[in-house]
């Protein structure tokens, strides 16, 4: 079976957030299972290397306002076709925004244009290769469905919700200039209150939407999580379907990650204590062996529900642990992190800034990681927590709440806790959980317990694959 995966960014080659990490990491899953996975995405300037080494497969004279055209390249294990469009790609910086913070004013073009390649692609195939599904995710690639409304014996197309909070809205004057058919602007397609909707036009025409996990499928029906788009989901609930995403377990794993000063596995946590001793290093931290060090790796967000976390520090402080903190991204949170780690030296340390090997480092030396979001489809430092036993304290939502097991009395007596979860978002609730952290912490029986039951959890793609493949096969006809 041949898919198309399409999206705006794709680890190890350019990253965000979690999207990337998803896109760089399932299609390995998927081709053990004899699924062929191709991915097109935008040719940053990042890419230059890897598309340099590949085969040019289609050419554009005029792709809304320039010459484009994709070259077919294989790195990291991964099929990549590579849309080269200078005039929407070709630019220093950020992928989304320009360097004062404010979206690409062409993004209606820059991720129209992906789409758009991607339909053709779909209806005409490539290389002399055929999609029978089309995968797109999240908005940037949530127009395809709508190119392919007008197309007879186009594949079927999924849409998958990374995150409903970013929607894509543009002005509908531009309908005409992306060719996109101007029938489908209504509020049941692709009309979100007077604008042009990418995500809604996906979420009104895909033949499937899955969202990345069971909890914020549910949630997106609601006002509360659905941002506006309740409605439409609550339309197409027969169609959704919630899927946990998976971490790639090869290149996060603590038994050989070579990030580490000292690898460790369920059986030897003692090696974890020369990591501590270097995230304390790294953040200027006192270790204190009584106490845990807790560790947040982080976009700077209110939807990451870090400003509450600023609130409770007191508390931590006073309870002898410690806190690392690792993000980047609202300049206001930013600063108060700094601030911080200047009011509390030796117990709060700070790195604001974006540095994988940092992350990998603090995953592998905190004993726990802070996660307190508002809201989080499905999060994936909680799942890096697991893997490397570093205990995640959640709030009860979203993928959180799918993905950890809340220390309650029950399960710790029966072995299966792995975390501290509480709800809803307030500093007293995010208190009452790092005081159980604290607690558990002081009791080395109960901590082992947890830690190596979280070590054990699964948090690879295996589950997640066998149930996008029945998927694939449902909308392909292939079962
Ligand atoms: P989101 O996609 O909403 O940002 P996820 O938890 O799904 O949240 O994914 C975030 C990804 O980005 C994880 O792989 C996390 O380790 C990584 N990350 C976030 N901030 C940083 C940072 N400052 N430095 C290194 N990695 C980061």
């Given at each position: 079976?041949?898919?198309?995966?399409?999206?705006?960014?794709?680890g190890?080659?350019?990253?965000?957030g979690?999207l990337?990490?998803?896109?760089?990491?399932?299609?390995?899953?998927?081709?053990?299972?004899?699924?062929?996975?191709?991915?097109l995405?935008?040719?940053?300037?990042?890419?230059?290397?890897?598309?340099?080494?590949?085969e040019?497969?289609?050419?554009?004279?005029?792709?809304?306002?320039?010459?484009?055209?994709?070259?077919?390249?294989?790195?990291?294990?991964?099929?990549?076709?590579?849309?080269?469009?200078p005039?929407?790609?070709?630019?220093?910086?950020n992928?989304?925004?320009?360097?004062?913070?404010r979206?690409?004013?062409?993004?209606?073009?820059?991720?129209?244009?992906?789409?758009?390649?991607?339909?053709?692609?779909?209806?005409?195939?490539?290389?002399?290769?055929?999609?029978?599904?089309?995968?797109?995710?999240?908005?940037?690639?949530?127009?395809?469905?709508?190119?392919?409304?007008?197309?007879?014996?186009?594949?079927?197309?999924?849409?998958?919700?990374?995150?409903?909070?970013?929607?894509?809205l543009?002005?509908?004057?531009?309908?005409?200039?992306?060719?996109?058919?101007?029938w489908l602007?209504?509020?049941?397609?692709?009309?979100?209150?007077?604008?042009?909707?990418?995500?809604?036009?996906?979420?009104?025409?895909?033949?499937?939407?899955?969202?990345?996990?069971?909890?914020?499928?549910?949630?997106?029906?609601?006002?509360?999580?659905?941002?506006?788009?309740?409605?439409?989901?609550?339309?197409?609930a027969?169609d959704?379907?919630?899927?946990?995403?998976?971490?790639?377990?090869?290149a996060?794993?603590?038994v050989?990650?070579?990030l580490?000063?000292?690898?460790?596995?369920g059986?030897?946590?003692?090696?974890?204590?020369?990591?501590?001793?270097?995230?304390?290093?790294?953040?200027?931290?006192?270790?204190?062996?009584?106490?845990?060090?807790?560790?947040?790796?982080?976009?700077?967000?209110?939807?990451?529900?870090?400003?509450?976390?600023?609130?409770?520090?007191?508390?931590i402080?006073?309870?002898?642990?410690?806190?690392?903190?690792?993000?980047?991204?609202?300049?206001g949170?930013?600063?108060?992190?700094?601030?911080?780690?200047?009011?509390?030296?030796?117990?709060v340390?700070?790195?604001?800034?974006?540095?994988?090997?940092?992350?990998?480092?603090?995953l592998?030396g905190s004993?726990?990681?802070?996660v307190?979001?508002?809201?989080?489809?499905?999060?994936?430092?909680?799942?890096?927590?697991?893997?490397?036993?570093?205990?995640?304290?959640?709030?009860?939502?979203?993928?959180?709440?799918?993905?950890?097991?809340?220390?309650?009395?029950?399960?710790?007596?029966?072995?299966?806790?792995?975390?501290?979860q509480?709800?809803?978002?307030?500093?007293?609730?995010l208190?009452?959980a790092?005081?159980?952290?604290?607690?558990?912490?002081?009791d080395?029986?109960?901590?082992?317990?947890?830690?190596?039951?979280?070590?054990?959890?699964p948090?690879?793609?295996?589950?997640?694959?066998?149930?996008?493949?029945?998927?694939?096969?449902?909308?392909?006809g292939?079962?």
């Amino acid at each position: 079976m041949n898919i198309l995966f399409v999206a705006s960014e794709c680890g190890p080659f350019i990253k965000t957030g979690g999207l990337a990490d998803v896109i760089g990491s399932f299609p390995k899953t998927l081709a053990g299972m004899g699924i062929r996975v191709r991915i097109l995405l935008p040719a940053y300037p990042p890419l230059g290397q890897v598309m340099a080494a590949g085969e040019p497969v289609r050419a554009m004279d005029n792709l809304l306002g320039g010459a484009a055209r994709v070259v077919a390249a294989s790195s990291a294990g991964l099929e990549l076709l590579l849309l080269d469009a200078p005039h929407l790609y070709e630019r220093p910086g950020n992928i989304y925004v320009d360097a004062a913070g404010r979206d690409w004013s062409d993004n209606a073009f820059r991720f129209g244009a992906l789409s758009k390649v991607a339909a053709e692609i779909a209806i005409s195939g490539i290389d002399g290769w055929k999609p029978d599904v089309v995968h797109a995710h999240d908005w940037q690639a949530a127009l395809i469905p709508a190119y392919l409304k007008a197309a007879p014996g186009a594949p079927p197309t999924i849409l998958t919700i990374h995150n409903i909070a970013f929607q894509g809205l543009f002005d509908p004057s531009l309908i005409a200039p992306l060719g996109l058919p101007d029938w489908l602007f209504h509020p049941e397609g692709m009309e979100y209150y007077g604008h042009l909707g990418f995500l809604k036009a996906g979420i009104a025409f895909a033949q499937k939407v899955t969202t990345v996990s069971p909890t914020y499928a549910a949630e997106i029906m609601t006002p509360e999580f659905g941002m506006g788009l309740e409605g439409i989901v609550t339309a197409r609930a027969a169609d959704l379907t919630g899927i946990l995403n998976g971490i790639e377990l090869v290149a996060w794993n603590p038994v050989d990650d070579l990030l580490l000063p000292r690898n460790y596995s369920g059986e030897t946590l003692k090696n974890k204590a020369a990591n501590r001793a270097e995230v304390a290093r790294r953040f200027a931290l006192d270790d204190n062996q009584n106490a845990p060090l807790f560790c947040v790796i982080s976009r700077m967000t209110t939807q990451k529900g870090l400003d509450v976390l600023l609130e409770v520090l007191p508390r931590i402080v006073a309870r002898g642990a410690r806190l690392a903190v690792l993000g980047a991204g609202d300049k206001g949170i930013e600063a108060r992190f700094a601030q911080a780690a200047r009011t509390w030296p030796g117990a709060v340390g700070c790195v604001i800034g974006y540095d994988e090997p940092l992350s990998h480092l603090m995953l592998g030396g905190s004993d726990a990681i802070l996660v307190p979001s508002r809201f989080e489809p499905c999060g994936l430092t909680q799942l890096y927590g697991l893997r490397y036993g570093t205990l995640p304290v959640v709030t009860r939502t979203g993928g959180l709440a799918d993905t950890v097991i809340d220390a309650d009395p029950a399960a710790i007596a029966a072995g299966t806790a792995t975390g501290f979860q509480f709800s809803p978002v307030t500093p007293s609730t995010l208190e009452g959980a790092i005081d159980r952290a604290c607690t558990a912490f002081r009791d080395p029986q109960v901590w082992t317990s947890m830690v190596k039951a979280a070590m054990a959890y699964p948090v690879g793609w295996e589950q997640s694959a066998k149930a996008y493949k029945a998927l694939y096969d449902a909308v392909s006809g292939a079962s």
